[in-house]
Protein backbone atom coordinates (compact mmCIF):
# COMPACT_ATOMS: atom_id res chain seq x y z
CA UNK A 1 0.00 0.00 0.00
CA UNK A 2 1.25 3.18 -1.08
CA UNK A 3 1.43 5.50 1.40
CA UNK A 4 2.87 9.19 1.68
CA UNK A 5 3.51 11.11 4.98
CA UNK A 6 4.55 14.66 5.52
CA UNK A 7 5.40 16.13 8.56
CA UNK A 8 8.07 19.40 9.90
CA UNK A 9 5.44 22.27 9.55
CA UNK A 10 4.74 24.94 11.54
CA UNK A 11 4.65 28.59 12.72
CA UNK A 12 8.06 30.52 12.09
CA UNK A 13 8.62 34.32 11.74
CA UNK A 14 9.75 35.63 8.35
CA UNK A 15 13.33 34.67 7.69
CA UNK A 16 13.34 31.55 9.27
CA UNK A 17 13.19 28.18 8.60
CA UNK A 18 12.15 24.85 8.33
CA UNK A 19 12.65 21.54 7.03
CA UNK A 20 9.63 19.02 5.55
CA UNK A 21 9.95 15.53 5.48
CA UNK A 22 8.00 13.06 3.42
CA UNK A 23 8.02 9.49 4.53
CA UNK A 24 7.46 6.89 1.72
CA UNK A 25 6.39 3.54 2.49
CA UNK A 26 4.46 0.80 -0.08
CA UNK A 27 7.13 1.30 -2.72
CA UNK A 28 10.56 2.57 -3.07
CA UNK A 29 11.39 5.83 -2.84
CA UNK A 30 14.32 5.87 -5.18
CA UNK A 31 12.09 4.41 -8.15
CA UNK A 32 10.11 7.31 -8.60
CA UNK A 33 10.87 11.01 -8.73
CA UNK A 34 9.11 13.18 -6.43
CA UNK A 35 7.38 16.38 -6.17
CA UNK A 36 6.38 19.08 -3.26
CA UNK A 37 3.17 21.29 -4.15
CA UNK A 38 1.60 23.50 -1.71
CA UNK A 39 -1.43 24.92 -1.70
CA UNK A 40 -3.00 28.34 0.00
CA UNK A 41 -6.21 29.49 1.35
CA UNK A 42 -8.49 30.25 -1.85
CA UNK A 43 -5.68 29.54 -3.90
CA UNK A 44 -4.43 26.52 -6.55
CA UNK A 45 -2.46 23.71 -5.85
CA UNK A 46 1.14 24.58 -7.06
CA UNK A 47 3.95 22.59 -7.82
CA UNK A 48 7.38 24.26 -5.69
CA UNK A 49 9.72 21.46 -6.50
CA UNK A 50 10.62 17.81 -7.74
CA UNK A 51 13.78 15.37 -7.49
CA UNK A 52 14.34 13.24 -10.10
CA UNK A 53 14.94 9.28 -9.75
CA UNK A 54 16.93 8.90 -12.54
CA UNK A 55 20.01 11.31 -10.98
CA UNK A 56 18.73 13.10 -8.11
CA UNK A 57 18.60 16.42 -10.42
CA UNK A 58 16.06 19.14 -8.70
CA UNK A 59 13.65 21.61 -10.12
CA UNK A 60 12.03 24.16 -8.24
CA UNK A 61 9.58 26.81 -9.01
CA UNK A 62 11.28 30.03 -9.53
CA UNK A 63 9.95 32.19 -6.48
CA UNK A 64 11.56 29.76 -3.99
CA UNK A 65 14.70 29.19 -6.06
CA UNK A 66 18.14 30.20 -4.07
CA UNK A 67 15.61 29.96 -0.84
CA UNK A 68 14.17 26.03 -0.82
CA UNK A 69 16.19 23.11 -1.64
CA UNK A 70 14.97 19.39 -2.00
CA UNK A 71 16.89 16.07 -1.08
CA UNK A 72 16.59 12.49 -0.21
CA UNK A 73 17.80 10.18 1.73
CA UNK A 74 17.45 6.78 0.01
CA UNK A 75 17.89 4.15 3.39
CA UNK A 76 15.26 5.99 5.25
CA UNK A 77 12.76 6.42 1.92
CA UNK A 78 12.08 9.82 2.84
CA UNK A 79 12.80 12.92 0.69
CA UNK A 80 13.10 16.47 2.36
CA UNK A 81 12.14 20.34 1.14
CA UNK A 82 15.00 22.58 3.28
CA UNK A 83 13.28 26.08 3.37
CA UNK A 84 15.35 28.98 4.05
CA UNK A 85 14.67 32.75 4.41
CA UNK A 86 10.89 32.05 4.35
CA UNK A 87 8.30 34.79 3.35
CA UNK A 88 4.90 35.12 4.19
CA UNK A 89 3.61 34.49 0.98
CA UNK A 90 5.12 30.65 1.22
CA UNK A 91 2.63 30.05 4.16
CA UNK A 92 0.49 27.19 2.81
CA UNK A 93 -0.35 23.46 3.45
CA UNK A 94 2.58 21.54 1.92
CA UNK A 95 2.13 18.04 -0.11
CA UNK A 96 4.19 15.21 -1.83
CA UNK A 97 3.64 13.10 -4.15
CA UNK A 98 5.05 10.58 -6.72
CA UNK A 99 5.48 11.49 -10.46
CA UNK A 100 2.85 9.35 -12.61
CA UNK A 101 5.50 8.15 -14.75
CA UNK A 102 9.05 8.16 -15.50
CA UNK A 103 11.95 8.43 -14.07
CA UNK A 104 12.87 12.73 -14.76
CA UNK A 105 10.71 15.25 -13.47
CA UNK A 106 7.79 15.87 -15.24
CA UNK A 107 6.34 19.53 -15.02
CA UNK A 108 4.81 20.37 -11.67
CA UNK A 109 1.16 20.46 -12.48
CA UNK A 110 -0.91 17.97 -10.77
CA UNK A 111 -1.82 15.77 -13.36
CA UNK A 112 1.44 14.94 -13.57
CA UNK A 113 1.90 13.44 -10.18
CA UNK A 114 -0.73 11.29 -8.20
CA UNK A 115 -0.45 9.64 -4.42
CA UNK A 116 -0.67 12.52 -2.22
CA UNK A 117 0.18 12.83 1.74
CA UNK A 118 -2.01 14.46 4.32
CA UNK A 119 0.12 17.65 3.86
CA UNK A 120 1.81 19.61 6.73
CA UNK A 121 0.51 23.40 7.40
CA UNK A 122 3.24 25.92 7.12
CA UNK A 123 2.21 29.11 8.12
CA UNK A 124 5.13 32.39 8.30
CA UNK A 125 4.08 35.08 9.97
CA UNK A 126 5.84 37.38 12.51
Known amino acids: QVQLVESGGGLVQPGGSLRLSCAAS????????IGWFRQAPGKEREGVSC????????YYLDSVKGRFTISRDIVKNTVYLQMNSLKPEDTAVYYC???????????????????WGQGTQVTVSS
Open 26 to 33: GFTLNDYP
Open 97 to 115: SIARYGRSCPRLREYNYHY
Open 51 to 58: ISSSDGSA
